[in-house]
């Protein structure tokens, strides 16, 4: 494999999922400084990496965060009068982070692109009536759409890694989630969920995490599912 080296920041409480793009504040100094290396410097690619605990404030190293990435591409970027910065960042490929490393202020990490596709197996009709039930639980907006347009825009997809990208976009990303945890680096944080809720946000990203590295289709299936029953029962108990 491979060895690359790409600058990096730590992302809170969230995960930018491959072929999905998301909108950030940043704040912490030595993020933007990375964000600018990258778009001057790095045809604009940088590497997201989440911390394990969204309530440090700084992590310490590669133990405080987890070591897969998502390597991104910098759609736009804005610095805004209180020096935060205003990123626009679109996910592409899994990166597995070997160390990190600081150059005049500026954070690296040294590693290689993950391959996660394998073959999309045949989803049985009882799979499908699943997730689409859970969809609709978690989105109750889904239940306007006919079942058939969702299962022919995940029919789409030809590689397992885009199918289940687009799964968890849907379940998670999805701008009619209820409750869901804003994403912050730093930036505009001053009102962070409480404990209990933060050590959820927390336990989602690993989990998250996992399913994006599985190899197994059917296995990313399962966690999908048990991930998004858990969200539901979450949800009715924030009501």
């Not at 199918?163 to 968890?168: G, I, R």
Request: aromatic share 6%; charged share 25%.
């Amino acid at each position: 494999m491979k060895q690359l080296t790409i600058p990096y920041f730590n992302l809170r409480g969230s995960v930018i999922f491959p072929k999905t793009s998301m909108g950030l504040f940043i704040g912490r100094e030595t993020s933007i400084q990375a964000l600018q290396f990258a778009k001057n410097h790095n045809r604009g690619q940088i590497l997201v990496i989440s911390q394990k605990r969204m309530e440090m404030s700084e992590p310490k190293g590669l133990k405080d965060m987890h070591k897969v990435g998502i390597i991104c591409k910098i759609l736009n970027g804005v610095l805004l009068p209180d020096r935060t910065m205003k990123v626009a960042l679109e996910g592409e490929t899994l990166f597995q982070i070997q160390k990190l490393s600081t150059k005049d202020g500026t954070g690296f990490a040294q590693g290689w692109v993950l391959n996660t596709d394998s073959k999309i197996q045949k989803i049985s009709e009882q799979t499908k009536e699943e997730l689409i039930e859970l969809l609709v639980r978690l989105h109750p907006v889904f239940a306007l759409q006919k079942k058939q347009d969702i299962l022919e825009h995940l029919a789409k997809k030809k590689k397992s890694s885009d199918f289940v990208n687009s799964l968890l976009k849907l379940s998670f990303n999805s701008e009619f989630l209820l409750k869901k945890p804003k994403a912050v680096t730093g930036a505009q944080n001053n009102k962070l969920p409480t404990p209990a809720q933060m050590k959820i946000y927390n336990d989602k990203v690993t989990k998250q995490l996992q399913i994006l590295q599985e190899q197994k289709f059917a296995r990313r299936l399962d966690l999908i599912r048990n991930l998004m029953k858990d969200e539901i029962v979450r949800v009715c108990q924030d009501l």
